[in-house]
């Protein structure tokens, strides 16, 4: 008993396969052989996958004792650095001083500039005044000069240039 296949060309140019069974099958034997095939090849495929998984699976392993063992590293640097908190603590606190001690130093430094700014100010105020009395004795002196000069006073004093 031999199964044949046959292949004939429909109308539109197509390809048609025909499975021709002998007598000696029936539909039941055909669809218990085809289910047979499909169970097989599916443990064949869940057997690959179940061994590809068990393989990527010990990689995922070596891959995490690599980084099991980059974070104890880190752990270990992070205590060496650890250690070394008091000591750039220390660091800071005298950097801090100093800081401080210049601040300080820039601040007398800025009050006395201001103090002396407050000095040149006044100074500048007291040069202003004197220089406006001066101006007003300059006026007066100079008011009383044309009155000096003005022809009634040359009268009074009997100066003959003044015209009658």
């Keep these: 008993m031999r199964m044949e296949a046959s292949e004939t060309e429909d ?4 390809m048609n396969t025909t499975i021709t069974v002998p ?3 029936n539909l039941n034997t055909v669809v218990q052989i085809v289910g047979f095939l499909v169970l ?4 064949v ?3 690959s996958n179940l061994q590809n998984n068990q393989t990527n699976f010990g990689r995922f392993i070596e891959e995490q004792k690599l980084f099991n063992g980059k974070v104890e590293e880190r752990f270990v640097n992070g205590g060496k ?10 660091d800071l606190a005298r950097i801090e001083a100093t800081s401080d001690k210049a601040n300080s130093a820039q601040d007398d430094r800025i009050g006395r500039l201001a103090d002396s700014a407050n000095d040149i100010r006044s100074g500048v105020s007291d040069l202003k005044t ?13 008011a009383w000069g044309d009155i000096v ?16």
């Design 40 to 43: 097989f090849g599916t443990v």
């Design 45 to 47: 495929a869940g057997w």
């Design 81 to 90: 650095i650890l250690s070394q908190v008091p000591v750039l603590q220390n």
């Design 130 to 142: 004197q220089l406006a009395l001066v101006k007003q004795s300059l006026d007066r002196i100079e």
């Design 149 to 164: 000069q003005s022809p009634i006073m040359r009268r009074r004093n009997g100066s003959s240039d003044v015209p009658n």
């Design 11 to 14: 109308q539109a140019g197509e």
């Design 23 to 25: 007598r000696g099958f």
